[in-house]
Every structure is written in C-alpha cells, then in structure tokens.
C-alpha cells in the first residue's frame, strides 16, 4: 500500500512563491510516475506537473516557466516550486502517485493525497 500526503500549501501574495511537498510512503519505489493536480472552486481538477521516476516531466503550457517539478528519491518525496504566483493559480493542490510511467500523460494514477490549500492574493 502506499500514502500520499501533501504540505506546504496556504496563503501567498501575487508575484510571490510557494513549494510544496509531497511524501510518498510504503512502496516509493514501485511508484514510477507522480503527479501534481490542482482544482479551483467550481473547476474541474487539471494537471500541474508530473514526472516519471527516470526525470522526464510533463508541464502544461499554463505553468511552464513558472512552476517546476522534482523528485527526491531519499528523502521519498516530490516537490512543486511554484514562482511568480496568481491569483489564477489559487486552488487545491493534489499530490497523485501511479506505478505505471505513462500516467504522467494519461492521467491515470493509483494513489491520491487529500489536498493542500493554495491561496494567492493579488
């Protein structure tokens, strides 16, 4: 079995920036593929960024530039710096986990976090 939990959401003033955490726990290294999405109030949840085991990353266009994904494999854990914040980029934030590579372009994952809070004031 594995647990997702996020951290590191809350409250942010345009321009400003924000990392969040991702602790992926029981069988990390099974998991070859993990995901940031994110859902604002009456919107339908949409891709952040995501990342295979092996470095390869999928990045919308929305966010490219601005927001980074990594993984840290010691420490079992997926980051997502996010610089120059909007208030667009309000919303929660969910950390997902799949064993298969291609959900980073599927979209299809195993494991879901119960969500951070990600608030940007402009």
């Known amino acids: 079995q594995v647990q997702v939990v996020e951290s590191g959401g809350g409250l942010a003033q345009a321009g400003g920036s924000l990392t969040l955490s991702c602790a992926v726990s029981?069988?990390?290294?099974?998991?070859?593929?993990n995901g940031w999405y994110r859902q604002a109030p009456g919107k339908q949840r949409e891709l952040v960024a995501a990342?295979?085991?092996?470095?390869?990353?999928n990045e919308p266009d929305s966010v490219k530039g601005r927001f980074a994904i990594s993984r840290d494999n010691a420490k079992n854990t997926v980051y997502l710096k996010m610089n120059n914040l909007k208030p667009e980029d309000t919303g929660v934030y969910y950390c997902?986990?799949?064993?298969?590579?291609?959900?980073?372009?599927?979209?299809?994952?195993?494991?879901w976090g119960q969500g951070t809070q990600v608030t940007v004031s402009s």
């Open positions: 997902a986990a799949a064993f298969d590579y291609g959900a980073i372009w599927s979209g299809k994952y195993d494991y």
């Open positions: 990342i295979t085991s092996g470095g390869t990353a």
């Open positions: 029981g069988n990390y290294f099974a998991i070859n593929a």
